[in-house]
């Protein structure tokens, strides 16, 4: 409930918000303030989000060219370490050592993020 008390001096009232209910935005902008100080600036994520992107299309990559040339699995990921480091970030989230935030989201909610967004942005290039 809203408490309203009379300011004498504007002869204004007043309101204490103090026992209202926080925002979307407010909730949102407080989890970005802790994900700021717990992983790091916008900047420091945005590179390591980069990072893992260029490993990810570039082992696909690799994985596509080797497998097309007739290598076994085995000589695939024998042949490049960044296979080893694709391999040690999904037994690190296997075995629970690392924990993946989509994962910790609503079910659906990260693919739904990605559709909309996706959408968004496509729709600046169709038109």
Not at 13 to 33: C, F, G, M, T
Not at 92 to 101: L, N, W
Not at 102 to 117: M, N, S
Request: with cysteine; glycine share 6%.
């Amino acid at each position: 409930m809203t408490n309203v008390a009379m300011n004498t001096n504007e002869h204004a009232p007043q309101i204490d918000y103090s026992n209202d209910l926080v925002s979307a935005v407010e909730l949102k902008a407080r989890e970005r303030k802790k994900i700021n100080q717990a992983a790091g600036d916008y900047h420091s994520i945005q590179g390591t989000i980069a990072d893992a992107s260029q490993m990810s299309m570039l082992s696909l990559g690799k994985l596509l060219i080797g497998l097309k040339a007739g290598k076994s699995i085995d000589e695939v990921i024998a042949s490049d370490p960044a296979f080893a480091a694709c391999i040690a970030y999904a037994e690190a989230e296997t075995d629970g050592s690392m924990k993946v935030p989509f994962k910790h989201k609503p079910e659906g909610a990260a693919l739904a993020d990605i559709i909309e967004r996706s959408n968004a942005v496509a729709e600046l290039y169709v038109g």
